[in-house]
């Protein structure tokens, strides 16, 4: 059938892997090639100043991007960093991807890794220092040129001026590498050329994937590559008794097929992705369901619903407060309000499925071409699957079609799953590994149900004196490699909640978790994603009972301090850009602020019509402070996406099993949102100088329940989510 296809042993993943890396810029390097760049990204690189800045001999600056980009704008905000600071336009830099080594570890998380909206945190200060470093070397060494003070060096757009002096980049190159590197080279204070400047940064990735040389691990095409699919298991669990490939065999293309010695499927392989996946299609699989999932929705639903409504399974009041203390108090209380929430599973569902390709090398090591957000992780997986030294597999970092958190798992899944495939061959030909859009919604990770009960208890004049609040769901790090010691509380379960920034009298918050019914993972903004839905819309429901305006409830509860005077800060610029409390007739304004990663979001959303007749959101409004603006345009596309994405699941978003068999197979059935759903969205930025948080995820919380809370306003007040599956319609 063309090679070999004695199975080999899948072998176990390397586990954690954790660079503690903690460094400023390094010294100047020797001149370099470096193979990990992807050539169609770099230009010529001859000398590395810093690990993340080089320039060519053509006085090219190429910036290392050690973040993925994922569409989030990582590489351009990483660039811009190094920019600023040579007093570069950023239109001039180009970026380039490298390997997953010791110094592009995410010194946030201790390995090579993007997520949880770190990259700017973990950034900002490493990448104008590698700039400031690189500038003030090539200042250093004009100025012994020249005889003048390295004060009197002007430096723009790559050519340093003194006088009548002028010399560029690549004039300069090897004098500057010579240069003893700063230790603690000075940064920008003022005279910023691109830091908050509307309209002067330019995304670096924009123009390759609009004319279409921006290269995804979809789209690696090598010489002799040939394509593996995956048969995989129709429940969670379910193990592989026999199959049969006499369907295939008259499929051209078709190759061999061959079981995975684990047992969770079959791997088919093709000359192309087509007949991979054609010859999947005929090929029959028997299952052995003794052990696999078997549970649909509405059990998993009601059983997660009656753990919120009997005694917690862990005590995670951020105080260690007891339940007795909360309800002496509510039981004193001159109200209580309550409710019952729930939040399904949710798939990532990226536009560029699971993909990845790896690549024999002469030396018998193998290159990993793949754009993921843990490359720290994947390099020693790979490394173990295939049996070889971590040193004979390079990474060849790529962009990727949008993640979520799907490509950032602890068992490095897809990955393992492709180097598995290879090891199953004879090792001569390039595979790729490629996911079907319905592989990933049928078969891969999911932000976890959860079930929520609160109970809010206001005395006579309207204020909250006690919040009782009992969550259960499937934990996401519980026995993972982040839980080292066996973790009693999962706080991304929790986040949100236990950590609230407002002044909630006495709080009690109860956890549960659930049994594993699906593989989880953090999903956009993780635990805040059905965290912010419930606390918001608690808000506007003891707002409504205590018969205060939900913006003035919100600011009576906020305490004192840098989280009250920022959270302050979003809600008075977003009611006041919405024109809050004069929506027009038959208008509803909802309102909701969240704290999530660092960076404060409010938003406003105004909606028309009513639940039983139709429900169009007419307007969103949005501010947020995220310290520092580095881009507003790129700030704005942040907030613009992640109200669509939270607003897109929590109108529709839902994966239902029936016996255990996800039900949803493609943008069909998993709806993401459409163009017509938002008429109009609008974002503002508080002006700050503190440091930078990240925009990637914070815009998320916000935008469901300030949803809900508009359509309350019109009559209907729903707690079960998606909204379409609980009473209300969309136009």
Known sequence: ??????????????????????????????????????????????????????????????????????????????????????????????????????????????????????????????????????????????????????????????????????????????????????????????????????????????????????????????????????????????????????????????????????????????????????????????????????????EIRDELLGMVRADPQFNASHDGTDIAAVEADLANAAQVVEAEFFAPYLAHAPMEPMCAVIEPTAEGGVILHDGTQFAGLSHPTVAAVLGLDPAMVENRPLYAGGSFGRRANFESDYQAEAAEAFAMTDRTRPVKLAWSREDDIQGGYYRPAFAHRVRVGLDGDGKIVAWDHRLAGQSIMKGSMFDPNGMEIDHISVEGVADTPYSLGTMHVGLTDQRKDAVVLWWRSVGHSHTGFVMESMMDMAAEAAGIDPLEFRLNHLPEGEDGDRLRGVLELVTQNANWGNAPEGHGQGLAVVKSFGTYVAEVVEVSGTADDAIRIEKVTCAVDCGLPINPDMIRAQMEGGIGFALSAVMRGEITMVDGEVQQTNFYDFMPLRIGDIRAIETHIVPSTASPTGVGEPGVPPAGPALANAIARTGTRVTMLPLENNGVYFY
Request: aromatic share 8%; glycine share 12%.
């Open 1 to 298: 059938m063309g090679f070999n296809t004695t199975r080999r042993g899948f072998l176990a993943s390397a586990g954690a892997v954790a660079f503690t890396i903690g460094f400023g810029p390094k010294g100047a390097m020797a001149a370099t090639a470096d193979a990990a760049l992807d050539p169609t990204i770099g230009s010529a690189i001859d000398t590395a100043f810093t690990p993340f800045v080089r320039i060519g001999t053509d006085g090219q600056v190429t910036v290392l991007i050690k973040h993925v980009e994922m569409g989030q704008g990582a590489s351009s905000g990483l660039a811009s960093f190094v920019a600023e600071e040579l007093n570069h336009d950023l239109g001039l830099v180009k970026i380039a991807f490298p390997d997953a080594k010791p110094e592009y570890a995410n010194t946030l998380i201790g390995f090579k890794g993007t997520g949880g909206s770190t990259a700017t945190p973990d950034s900002f200060l490493q990448y104008r220092k590698a700039g400031a470093a690189a500038r003030d070397m090539f200042k250093a060494a004009a100025a012994e040129a020249w005889g003048v003070d390295p004060a009197d060096v002007t430096l723009e757009n790559g050519v340093l001026t003194s006088g009548d002096h002028s010399a560029s980049f690549a004039e300069l190159l090897q004098a500057a590498a010579a240069q003893p590197v700063p230790e603690d080279p000075k940064l920008k204070e003022t005279d910023f050329r691109i830091f908050g400047k509307e309209g002067a940064f330019r995304r670096v990735d924009g123009a390759g994937k609009i004319n279409g040389t921006a290269i995804f691990a979809t789209d690696i095409q090598l010489d002799n590559q040939i394509t593996a699919m995956v048969i995989r298991p129709p429940r969670l669990g379910a193990v592989l008794t026999s199959f049969d490939a006499s369907g295939a065999e008259g499929i051209r293309g078709f190759i061999n097929a061959a079981a995975r010695a684990d047992g969770r499927g079959v791997v088919v392989y093709g000359e192309n992705t087509w007949a991979a996946m054609s010859a999947r299609s005929a090929i029959t699989a028997e299952w052995d369901f003794s052990n696999a999932g078997s549970r649909s929705t509405d």
